[in-house]
């Protein structure tokens, strides 16, 4: 079946810190994945996007890297900072389906400490 | 510029009972989604309009209903509440459809409740 995959445990780390978040998954073959920041109560917002025939892709402390050999991608965050603190969700969209479908992960809750 | 907006933040209904949620953006994108989030899922794909006059089935669409009234406005209908669609539900827009690798963006959400 096609699944993505990430983490459901939250990661706590302290301030300072690199904090990085996995995405994997299985029986998709990606044109691009997406990562998205949600806080509670609010929708999602746009952070990242890497296509998959690039292999990292990086903005300010935002690091993303894409291996379609291990199918996942790991999103890292440089310096960590409280602010920081929120769910990240990776999303794909399949090279099937016309492009029109973004397929969402449930998401891992970060915990930034001072 | 409002981005993503959704009316009502917060509905309560009873079993049976129908109703619309609406979601206009004024950025001018030409794709529209519904997606429902619940606890422990990712958001998964109700309906989606990649552009004014066509609407297309997600992964989700049972129970529901679409418009895509115009470019900037598409609503979802309930026509018969059921508590298993209780659940938080995001519109979002696109400039065009998702092969350009465009982002999508989301309104803040209405959190309904069936009883």
């Known amino acids: 079946s096609q699944k993505i995959e990430q983490n459901s445990e939250a990661l706590n780390i302290q301030e300072g810190k690199t904090a990085t978040l996995t995405c994997n998954y299985t029986n998709y073959s990606p044109a691009y994945l997406q990562w998205y920041r949600q806080d509670p109560g609010r929708g999602p917002v746009f952070l990242l996007l890497?296509?998959?025939?690039?292999k990292e892709k990086r903005k300010e402390r935002l690091k993303v890297t894409f291996d379609t050999t291990l199918k996942q991608s790991l999103f890292h965050i440089t310096a960590s900072q409280p602010a920081d603190s929120a769910t990240y969700l990776c999303?794909?969209?399949?090279?099937?389906?016309?492009?029109?479908?973004?397929?969402f992960g449930a998401g891992t809750r970060l915990a930034v400490h001072p | 510029n409002a981005g993503v907006t959704q009316t009502p933040k917060f509905q309560v209904l009873k079993t049976g009972q129908s109703m619309t949620l609406q979601c206009a953006q004024d950025m001018n994108h030409n794709s529209m989604y519904w997606y429902r989030q619940d606890p422990g899922m990712g958001l998964r794909l109700i309906y989606y309009s990649a552009s004014e006059g066509t609407t297309d089935k997600g992964e989700v669409p049972n129970g529901y209903n679409v418009s895509r009234l115009n470019k900037r406005e598409f609503s979802l209908r309930l026509e018969s509440a059921a508590p298993s669609q209780t659940s938080v539900y995001f519109c979002?827009?696109?400039?065009?459809?998702?092969?350009?690798?465009?982002?999508?963006?989301f309104g803040p959400g209405t959190r309904l409740t069936v009883l």
């Open positions: 890497i296509r998959e025939n690039e």
């Open positions: 999303a794909l969209v399949p090279f099937w389906g016309g492009y029109n479908k973004l397929i």
């Open positions: 979002a827009s696109s400039e065009t459809a998702l092969a350009e690798g465009n982002e999508q963006f």
